[in-house]
């Protein structure tokens, strides 16, 4: 059995995340009272009680979406396989590092909250969009995308599941483009933060020197990176990958697959709710040989 943990990055919030764990161990209210502590302000009570729109805000989804996944790890660890791989969908790669052992906890609230202050900052100074896209083939949205200035693919989240970001006009006018190339569904986000595209150059900018102070060191486990799908584990790597995934495409399709290349057959989702798992089942639908065991940790399992 070859296994991989997985950590769950924007998208996966709602009001009450974490919380049959942290009713059910001390180790899990211990992580979120930290992350309260060290943030100065009681981010478990907005994850417990919210509201949505306070807690969606990217300054405080962002910690909150790590805490959940650490508080859940933590309060789950003793009954976890020791993972052979760590992979994390854009935020979620903080979370996986932190599981990894190259990044401190509380360092990492610091990177979180910064990254989505400076996203923040950036998406007010030049908004943009966002949009999903079904039914197309990687190749068609990037060369469609790649015909209309200003517009790229952010996520490739599955067969026939992409995101693409950018500037809101371009993203309108390459939605129009991709109906007519017959996407069977198209969904603008009702976000004007450009994740994974050119307009957050500045905030990747000023979040290198944050990156650059941390104290990040070498991985315990591989992480599989985002930009690449490849393995890495070197502090240099991880701080070159932390760099250029605010900008960069989220290649998650890509690194699944490469999970499974490397005889990956158990992948667990450590955090709020269940969106990676579905992903996973969904790439991995058609593979040789026996189905891979796919378990969400967004409530504690069954004993």
Known sequence: MAVAWLFPGQGSQYVGMAGAWVQQSAC???????????????LAG??????????????NQQPALLAASVAILRAAFDELPPPDFVAGHSLGEYSALVAAGALGYPEALSLVRERGRLMQLAGSAAPGGM??????????????CGTIAGVQVANYNASGQVVISGERAAVETAVLALKDAGAK????????????????????????????RA??????????????AQPIRSATELRHELRGQLTGSVRWAESVRRLASEG??????????????GLVKRILRDQEGPPATVVSLDQPLAA
């Not at 907005?46 to 300054?59: I, Q, R």
């Not at 990747?204 to 650059?212: G, R, W």
């Not at 990040?216 to 930009?227: F, K």
């Not at 667990?268 to 969106?275: D, K, L, N, Q, R």
Request: hydrophobic share 55%; no cysteine.
């Open 131 to 144: 949009a999903a896209i079904l039914g197309l083939e990687d190749a068609q949205v990037e060369t469609i």
């Open 215 to 228: 104290g990040i060191v070498d991985a315990n486990t591989p992480l599989i990176a985002n930009l690449s």
């Open 264 to 277: 990956v057959d158990h992948f667990i989702e450590i955090g709020s709710g269940t969106v990676l798992s």
């Open 185 to 212: 569904r198209t969904v603008i986000l009702p976000i004007t933060i450009a994740a994974h595209s050119f307009l957050m150059a500045p905030a990747a900018a000023a979040l290198a020197l944050a990156i650059d």
């Open 28 to 42: 899990a209210r211990d992580a979120l009272a930290e992350a309260s502590e060290h943030l100065s302000f009681d």
């Open 46 to 59: 907005l994850m417990a009680e919210g509201p949505l729109d306070v807690l969606s805000d990217t300054y």
